[in-house]
């Protein structure tokens, strides 16, 4: 599922969306030059998984949040973490570095990438920024629509409070 397949699978689920296109941005600090409606909504998407390859990850929190690596294994019981290889990106989740993004998860055909997803999204307006696997646009929804969609794909989901450093 692609940038086009995205807003498709959106407008046949009748999830309410906006979509921003942009020029390619690679990096959280590129996003911000970018005039986007929902800044606060912003996600940072990071694909990690365990030592031994068996447990993969997908974290989406907000885009000023700092990941504390330690804190989240130890509160999920997990083995040591690394960052994925792109190579691991385009194996599990078929996008590249730069457009990680929960829909991503529509293309994991195996269903072994657990989305965790930080309970903050759900605050406010509950809505969530990210990329239609593509870094050239910004869609913005409801994270529970965004849930729901994942959830019925049949990867498990997990709402939980990300710890940051």
């Known amino acids: 599922m692609h940038k086009q397949d995205v807003y498709d699978f959106l407008n046949d689920n009748n999830v309410d969306y906006e979509a921003i296109e942009h020029g390619a941005v690679w990096t959280m600090d590129e996003l911000c ?4 409606p929902h800044k ?3 996600a940072k998407n990071l694909f990690i998984r365990d030592d031994k390859k068996n447990n993969y990850y997908l974290i989406s ?10 804190a989240f294994r130890k509160l999920h019981e997990t083995r040591p973490l690394k960052f994925c290889q792109e190579e691991e990106l385009k194996d599990k989740l078929d996008i590249y570095a730069g457009a990680v ?5 529509m293309n994991n055909v195996d269903k072994d990438v657990t989305f965790f997803i930080d309970e ?3 605050a406010d307006e509950g809505l969530i920024g990210c990329h239609p696997n ?3 646009a910004t869609v913005f929804l409801k994270a529970e629509d965004l849930v729901k ?3 019925a794909h049949g990867n498990n989901v997990v709402k939980t409070q ?3 450093k």
């Open 149 to 151: 969609l994942l959830q």
């Open 134 to 136: 593509d870094n050239t």
């Open 61 to 70: 929190v907000r885009g000023n949040k700092h990941l504390d690596i330690k």
């Open 120 to 122: 903050d999204f759900f």
């Open 40 to 42: 606060e909504a912003d």
């Open 162 to 164: 990300i710890p940051e």
């Open 33 to 36: 030059d970018v005039e986007l």
């Open 101 to 105: 993004s929960p829909f991503g998860i």
